[in-house]
């Protein structure tokens, strides 16, 4: 490949996260407004993982077999259509369901870092790797500052600027990211390999182990947080008189992602 593609990469990731951190300082303020407890509002945010846990798998051996291209066009027009379902939204299921669409077709990451791989060296690949980090790190800086922003107009502005984003991603791999060859991988005599099998043989490995479970406990502490804060916060601290909103957590939710991307960057530089 005579010209890389890594910044392409950097750019769909970038534009990625700026269309998932745009929606979630607003998420649980949306979702209360259609009548939802904080329970519900929690549930909502595990349906969202629990298809995204469910379909990952898949969506991975797919790409070995099609190519990531083609995998990641499908996972972000599933992002796209879950957005505009979204913004569409005037009852509770109707976000269930925009959530549970975005979350089976969100394997945006996986498939990127996949694809990282395929045309990166050894030698180069954790700074590579690096590159993600610094665009989840912009995306968490900006993409909370600009909800913040347009929640102050509608709260169906910053869903729509997110779906927004997400078709800018998908005209960006269309244009912008060349093809790789598949990678096919083998198959055992009864069929497909599982990989349920394998991630939970990876979580045994003596040496591979116990950094799973460290990045299991370091998303478990980021999830419970950044889905809960929103909440607490409207319920604990209030600005000028009034309690916080989508843009008072989408402030806090950038100066975080500040914090982030001068970590990243220092720590890849």
Known sequence: MKKSPLFSIFLIV???VLGLTIILPLLPFYAESLGAT????GMLVSAYAACQLIAGPPLGHLSDRVGRRPVLLVSQMGTFAGFLMLASARALWMVFLARIIDGLTAGNLTVAQAYIS?????ENRAKSFGMIGIAFGLGFLIGPAASGYLAQFSHTYPILA????????VLCTYFLLPAVAPHPTPETEQGR?????AYIE??????????????????FAFS???????????RRFTHNGAPFGPKEVGYVFAFSGLIGA???GGGIG
């Open 14 to 16: 970038l534009v990625d």
């Open 38 to 41: 904080p329970v519900v509002v």
């Open 118 to 122: 395929d045309v990166t060296t050894p």
């Open 162 to 169: 997110a779906a927004a984003l997400s078709l800018t991603s």
């Open 193 to 197: 390999p599982s990989r349920w099998s």
């Open 202 to 219: 990876s979580f045994k490995d003596g040496k591979l182990g116990p950094m799973l479970w460290q990045f299991f406990a370091f998303t």
């Open 224 to 234: 419970t947080l950044f889905s809960g804060f929103a909440l607490f916060a409207e």
């Open 262 to 264: 001068m970590i990243q």
